[in-house]
């Protein structure tokens, strides 16, 4: 039994055999389970659900939902984790406080998978880079990320530390991540960069105003950039309309990604 609660509690093997249970799940030969995977999900969940419900449902298991509130009650985590261990294989859990999960992930009772937290959302990076493994040596790439210290920022950061990969953050100053390399130049970051990724703005909208991606500004960067920025996200805020048309962006059809990588991850912490 494995849990997700933070990539850097992985190995690089670890990552190598979800995306190697992902090429399965994508090609249809996926192994599949029975039993039931309970999830927590908020009502604006849309990607990370759709995703995990359907990934469970094609592999055999059940998925019960309930509303990420449903776990903030007084009642022990590690009950909670200890009686749905009687009915449920594997826990799929998006809750703003990671202390939640962990204290599910405590009772050593069932898997739990993290859907995202405030302080990271490690499936959404995981599903990028299996999407970019396809194409593109990974530890080759120089990647750029660009926008405020947030569960984006630090689950990329996560990521690097796991995978050795090139990550540099473009920010104000007072918005960079603690221990992550750091450039405060837009222009002078995009010239080296071969994938940027973008994260919403928050409420330090006016603070990255000056940050957002532009099509002229991709048109600077190396040949074959890739501009990936995490959904939800609005054209004329973190990225400009011509750069959503622009020939970098992969956003859409990169995100099919989502569903084998969703399911391997599930299939790796119950032991596929």
């Not at 898997?111 to 990076?125: F, I, K, Y």
């Amino acid at each position: 039994m494995r849990n997700l609660l933070r990539l850097d509690e992985w190995t690089a093997e670890d990552v190598e055999r979800v995306f190697a249970l992902a090429d399965t799940y994508r090609t249809g030969s996926g192994r599949t389970f029975s039993g039931s995977a309970v999830m927590f999900f908020p009502p604006t969940s849309l990607r990370t659900r759709v995703s995990f419900e359907r990934g469970a449902a094609q592999m055999g298991l059940q998925p019960i939902v309930f509303p990420s509130e449903t776990l903030d009650k007084p009642e022990a985590l590690v009950d909670v984790a200890s009686y749905l261990d009687s009915w449920a294989d594997l826990l799929v859990v998006r809750h703003p406080r990671i202390d939640v999960l962990d204290g599910l992930a405590a009772a050593n009772a069932v898997p739990v998978v993290n859907a995202m937290t405030d302080v990271n959302h490690p499936c959404e990076v995981l599903s990028d880079l299996y999407a970019l493994r396809e194409q593109h040596d990974l530890r080759a790439l120089r990647f750029l990320f660009v926008g405020a210290d947030g569960n984006i920022a630090r689950a990329w950061q996560e990521a690097a530390r796991v995978l050795a990969l090139d990550l540099v953050q473009c920010s104000p100053a007072e918005l960079a991540t603690p221990g992550l390399r750091w450039e405060g130049d837009i222009d002078v970051a995009v010239r080296s960069a071969d994938v940027i990724l973008t994260d919403g703005p928050g409420r330090h909208e006016d603070l990255l105003r000056p940050f957002q991606i532009t099509g002229t500004l991709l048109d600077t960067a190396p040949p074959g950039v890739l501009l990936n920025p995490c959904p939800p996200f609005q054209r004329g805020r973190e990225v400009s309309v011509d750069a959503i048309s622009h020939r970098a962006f992969v956003g859409h059809n990169f995100k099919a990604a989502l569903l084998p990588v969703q399911q391997a991850i599930m299939a790796f912490c119950l032991g596929g």
